[in-house]
C-alpha cells in the first residue's frame, strides 16, 4: 500500500514563495504528480517528477528525492488565483497495474 | 477538443433508487478511472479499466459498479445508492503506461446527493 502525508492548510502572502511538501511510502515508486484544485473543479496537472531533482515549469518547480520518499511543489510570485488545493499524487507499479493514489491535498490560501 | 465528460453534473436521489453517470473521453485513451472526493479524504479510487472488457477494484468499489464496452465510455453505476454515497465524483483518463502518457485528464466532476 501507499501513505502520503501533506500538510492540510497552508497561507501565503500574494507575490511571496510558498514550498508545499509531500512525504511518501511506496513499494513500488514509479513517479510522482503533482495537480491543482480550485473548489468545486476537478484537478488539473502541473508536474510529474520519476528521477531525482528539480523539475520547472514557469512560475512551478516541484522537487523530488526518491531516497528520502519526498518531494516539493514550489510556487514563485503567489498570485491570488493560486488560492486552491494542490495535490499530491504517486505512481505505483507494484502488482503490474501502475495504480495511482492521491494525497488528501494541501489548501493553500493567498492573502494581499 | 480533448477532453473528458460526465453527465449529470449535479443530481439528487433517493436510496435505492438506481442511477448511471456516464464519462466520456475523446483522447483515445486506454486507461480510465472513477474516484470520489469527500472532505478530509482526498481523491479516493472507486473502480479502473485498462481497457475494453478490462476493469478492476480500486480502494472503495462497494456498492458501485462500471463497464468498458467502448473505449471511450466507462459509465459508473450505482444499483442502489445509500446516503454514504453521497460525494463528488469523478471520472479520469490517460494514455497508458510510457512516455508522457502518465498525465490524468479528468471530467467536470458529479455531484451526488442520496437522501
Not at chain 1, 492540510?8 to 514509479?30: D, K, L, W
Not at chain 2, 483515445?28 to 472513477?34: I, R
Not at chain 2, 456498492?63 to 471520472?91: A, D, H, M, W
Amino acid at each position: 500500500g501507499q501513505n502520503i502525508d501533506q500538510p492540510t492548510e497552508m497561507t501565503a502572502t500574494e507575490g511571496a514563495i510558498v514550498q508545499i511538501n509531500c512525504t511518501y511510502q511506496t513499494s513500488g515508486f514509479n513517479g510522482l504528480f503533482w495537480y491543482q484544485q480550485h473548489a468545486g473543479e476537478a484537478p488539473t496537472f502541473l508536474s510529474y517528477n520519476v528521477l531525482d531533482g528539480l523539475e520547472e515549469k514557469g512560475r512551478f518547480s516541484s522537487f523530488l528525492s526518491r531516497s528520502k520518499g519526498y518531494s516539493y511543489l514550489l510556487l514563485k510570485e503567489l498570485q491570488m488565483k493560486d488560492s486552491a488545493s494542490y495535490l499530491c499524487a504517486v505512481r505505483d507499479r507494484a502488482g503490474g497495474y501502475q495504480k495511482v493514489t492521491f494525497g488528501t491535498g494541501t489548501k493553500l490560501q493567498v492573502i494581499p | 477538443e480533448a477532453q473528458v465528460t460526465q453527465n449529470p453534473r449535479y443530481l439528487i436521489t433517493v436510496t435505492g433508487k438506481k442511477l448511471t453517470v456516464t464519462c466520456s473521453q475523446n483522447m483515445n485513451h486506454e486507461y480510465m478511472s472513477w474516484y470520489r472526493q469527500d472532505p478530509g479524504l482526498g481523491l479516493r479510487q472507486i473502480y479502473y479499466s485498462m481497457n475494453v472488457e478490462v476493469t478492476d477494484k480500486g480502494d472503495v468499489p462497494e456498492g458501485y459498479k462500471v463497464s468498458r464496452k467502448e473505449k471511450r465510455n466507462f459509465p459508473l453505476i450505482l444499483e442502489s445508492p445509500s446516503p454514504n454515497q453521497t460525494s463528488l465524483y469523478f471520472c479520469a483518463s490517460w494514455g497508458g503506461l510510457a512516455g508522457t502518457s502518465y498525465e490524468q485528464y479528468f471530467g467536470p466532476g458529479t455531484r451526488l446527493t442520496v437522501t
